[in-house]
């Protein structure tokens, strides 16, 4: 069965430093979205993609952050100055055209980020 | 604003036992609920949706807009429920199709 793939699984980083998280989404999907999870908190939307532009974005989602779908496979996001309370886990979901109708996002197993 | 609230973060029941994880939700629009489980080192996976209104691994889910609720059923549980429970919606109202999860239950079946 086609998966969400997320690399890495775990990134740690220096506070301050750019990190680029990266997903593939599942091969005939064209909706993309991030989602993260601090730890001990609930999942929170990021930010939803389609046709090569941003759908939606939620208030967590400045002006250091920012996505690309940069061939036709990756999906990335970009964090330009991490913070500390940066530290969480990402997660990359994908929806296929047919079923928008349906709702069903496809989640990847995540990419836990450590900023230290 | 969306919101949807799972007000028990561990719920351990007895294998064979009645399970019920509760979810509550406000939205002015009309929404659409899921249910997603996450098993011990696996992804997010849908499990259900309200408007399938289907039993998954004996699990059922009944939207009941009177008391905007999303209870999630099982019968008699078993060992291999245990995991992480999370209640999500989406507004159709306006709402875009981004997620909005609940904190989360975690589901412990004892034998």
């Known amino acids: 069965e086609p998966e969400v793939t997320q690399t890495p699984s775990h990134q740690v980083t220096q506070m301050g430093q750019e990190v680029i998280l990266r997903c593939v989404p599942i091969?005939?999907?064209?909706?993309f979205y991030w989602y993260r999870q601090i730890l001990g908190q609930k999942v929170e939307f990021l930010v939803s993609?389609?046709?090569?532009?941003?759908?939606?974005k939620s208030e967590i989602f400045d002006d250091q952050f920012s996505v690309e779908r940069p061939d036709g496979s990756n999906f990335t996001l970009k964090i330009r100055s991490t913070k500390l309370e940066d530290s969480a886990m990402y997660f990359c979901a994908s929806m296929e055209r047919y079923e928008i109708a349906k709702n069903i996002q496809y989640f990847g197993a995540g990419t836990r980020l450590s900023v230290l | 604003a969306q919101r949807v609230t799972q007000p028990e973060k561990l719920l351990s029941v007895f294998k064979g036992a009645p399970v019920e994880l509760k979810c509550n939700y406000s939205?002015?629009?009309?929404?659409?609920l899921f249910w997603y489980v996450q098993y011990s080192r696996q992804r997010l996976q849908l499990l259900l949706r309200h408007i399938s209104r289907e039993s998954i691994k004996g699990f059922t889910a009944d939207l009941n807009k009177g008391e905007t609720s999303f209870h999630l059923k099982k019968p008699f549980a078993q060992e291999e429920d245990s995991a992480m429970y999370y209640c999500?919606?989406?507004?159709?109202?306006?709402?875009?199709?981004?997620?909005?999860f609940g904190t989360g239950t975690q589901l412990k079946v004892e034998l």
């Open positions: 939205y002015s629009g009309s929404p659409e």
């Open positions: 993609f389609y046709n090569n532009e941003i759908s939606e």
């Open positions: 091969s005939n999907h064209l909706y």
């Open positions: 999500a919606l989406i507004g159709l109202t306006g709402g875009g199709n981004k997620l909005t």
